[in-house]
T-cell receptor, first 114, second 110 residues
Framework: DAGVIQSPRHEVTEMGQEVTLRCKPI?????LFWYRQTMMRGLELLIY????????DSGMPEDRFSAKMPNASFSTLKIQPSEPRDSAVYFC????????????FGPGTRLTVL | QQQVKQSPQSLIVQKGGISIINCAYE??????FPWYQQFPGKGPALLIA?????SEKKEGRFTISFNKSAKQFSLHIMDSQPGDSATYFC?????????FGAGTRLTVKP
């Protein structure tokens, strides 16, 4: 199994630009999570999907952030417009069933907003 | 708001020593308590997990001790090795909620 796949692995962009991060969960997993990790705030859950439906988006910082899961094998996290404070490592994770089970994390996308 | 308090923030242990990391939670409805290990430049990976029906779980050198009444659980790494140097996160979850600890950076000196 290929594990959770994220792209790109690194992204450098200018302030104000749109950024799209992509995730392919493990086949057969019905839950998908987007996290942000920074030194200051640690690992933060941004949004959680179950069966392609957003269940908990209380961690999404503001309207500049949006996430979609059009099908069971693909999700995107979009930031528009990006700001320097969005610089972080963004992880996607998937699990077999919900929050109460092991999560498999992708390698992350390191985002730098100049 | 953080509902899982993890300590210490950082830990330095000599090779062969015991590493102990502690977590405390508030929500008694949590029913799954995993520990994740993260190496630099990598995503977290499940190390070991426990459910509240047992008080201890051991896998190799790694042991979780769980105290339901105190709402605390801890990770013990026996015979710590330099290769164990990583950041460790505890978590407390159920199907309705999930909280991560702030992480502990463990350094094992040769």
């Amino acid at each position: 199994d290929a594990g959770v796949i994220q792209s790109p692995r690194h992204e450098v962009t200018e302030m104000g630009q749109e950024v799209t991060l992509r995730c392919k969960p493990i086949s057969g997993h019905n839950s998908l999570f987007w996290y942000r990790q920074t030194m200051m705030r640690g690992l933060e859950l941004l949004i959680y999907f179950n069966n392609n439906v957003p269940i908990d988006d209380s961690g999404m910082p503001e309207d500049r952030f949006s996430a979609k899961m059009p099908n069971a094998s693909f999700s995107t996290l979009k930031i528009q417009p990006s700001e320097p404070r969005d610089s972080a490592v963004y992880f996607c994770a998937s699990s077999f069933s919900g929050r109460g089970h092991e999560q498999f994390f992708g390698p992350g996308t390191r985002l730098t907003v100049l | 708001q953080q509902q899982v308090k993890q300590s210490p923030q950082s830990l330095i242990v000599q090779k062969g020593g015991i590493s102990i990391i502690n977590c405390a939670y508030e929500n008694t409805a949590f029913d799954y308590f995993p520990w994740y290990q993260q190496f630099p430049g990598k995503g977290p990976a499940l190390l070991i997990a426990i459910r509240p029906d047992v008080s201890e779980k051991k896998e190799g050198r790694f042991t979780i001790s769980f105290n339901k009444s105190a709402k605390q659980f801890s990770l013990h790494i026996m015979d710590s090795q330099p290769g164990d140097s990583a950041t460790y996160f505890c978590a407390a979850t159920n199907n309705n909620d999930m909280r991560f600890g702030a992480g502990t950076r463990l350094t094992v000196k040769p």
